[in-house]
């Protein structure tokens, strides 16, 4: 589960990344603000996940 959490942020952070490029060559900008915001959502998303995990497994050990 960890690897699996830390593998989608990986991407997510492929999507700022993809995101941050459109938009420095590119004409059209919206297609990049909407790659740009979802990474960021989806890794906000992911760290509160991997936050969750971590302290489910304290709690058992």
């Keep these: 589960m960890k690897f699996f959490l830390l593998f ?3 991407i ?3 999507l ?3 995101g941050a490029f459109l938009f420095m060559m590119t004409e059209s ?3 990049a603000k909407c790659l740009l915001i979802a990474g ?3 890794s906000i998303y ?3 996940q991997f936050i969750i995990y971590s302290r489910r497994n ?3 050990q």
Excluded: A, T
């Design 46 to 48: 992911i760290v509160i």
């Design 12 to 14: 997510s952070q492929l």
């Design 29 to 31: 900008k919206y297609v």
């Design 40 to 42: 960021l959502i989806s």
């Design 16 to 18: 700022i990344m993809l």
């Design 58 to 60: 304290v709690k058992y």
């Design 8 to 10: 989608k942020l990986v």
